[in-house]
């Protein structure tokens, strides 16, 4: 399988100016804070800012913030001497170590309790850390990167997050749009990932499956397309129909499957050689094993409409083994 390869990809007008921002921040050596709902990109853009940085030889150490315990925190971060606590048998290097002449990408940085933050904010303040067990102060020359999903300005106005911690962590921050803003990357999205899950097989998205793709929401961003495509390509063979999508995205979008569905179906006036159409009410027919009920649930259209449409592509009941 492809590597992502690690890209942004689309040509929206907010796109490329989170690439410029980007690019333009990877030339200095400055802390950097990534702002985005989940499934964003926003490891992909912390690490095309490393990539694209001197520090680029250097090593990408990414942090999980919320699954930090404040008892492992210190030990997690800034590592540990021999005997410092039972169970540490061995002098050990923290993150901060380990990402030393690189970047420290600091994910979910708004899950930190507070506590852990006074503790975080002296090493990023001073660049040095001390290993539990030890009173050695050790320098680190790391860059620090940090991402959330998070309002941390409102987290301020509720005391949940530190106004210094805040600006020591904002020297430049950069938002990632949603996707639901950047409708003209879908497609660009939809066959970069189809290419990189299916680089033989060449399939390809129906117009309509495409239009229905643009106009959800997607709450999960890019993270739920790209979960959506490798949903279609365990039903479609050749051409991905709306009947292949995922069942949350066919539910919220019944109306539009069900006018797009109704108004091919109006206007094909003949039975053409691999009909898209008549391809959709077969695979309709099969993912529902035959059941016409459940097929007009997935078609978002009436029973009765199924049934006539069987009978207008020569599909009746005693042909119904090409559905199984």
Known sequence: MKSFEKKMMGNSVSLQRVNYLINRVAQSDVDCLILGETGTGKELAARKIHDCSWRKDGPFIAVNCSALSENLFESELFGHVKGAFTGATANRKGRFELADNGTLFLDEIGELSGAMQVKLLRSLQERQIERVGDSRLIDVNVRIIAATNRDLKDMIHERTFREDFYYRINVFSIYLPPLRNRQQDIEVLLNYFLELYSPSKNR?????????????????????????????????????????????????????????????????????????????????????????????????????????????????????????
């Not at 569905?261 to 008549?278: D, I, R």
């Not at 099969?286 to 199924?306: D, H, P, W, Y």
């Not at 006539?308 to 005693?318: A, E, Q």
């Open 204 to 324: 390809h998205f129906h117009a309509d499956t495409i239009n229905v793709l643009r106009e959800y929401s997607w709450p999960g961003n890019i993270r739920q397309l790209e979960n959506c495509v490798r949903h279609t390509l365990v039903l479609a063979e050749k051409i991905i129909l709306p009947c292949h999508l995922p069942e949350d995205i066919c539910q919220s979008q019944q109306p539009l499957l069900e006018k797009s569905f109704t108004e091919q179906l109006k206007s094909t006036t003949v039975e053409p050689k691999n009909c898209p159409q008549k391809e959709q009410l077969i695979q309709a027919l099969k993912q529902a094993n035959g059941n016409r009920s459940k097929a007009a649930e997935i078609l978002g259209v009436s029973r009765v409409t199924v049934w006539n449409r069987m009978k207008k592509y020569k599909l009746l009941p005693k042909q119904n083994e090409i559905f199984h």
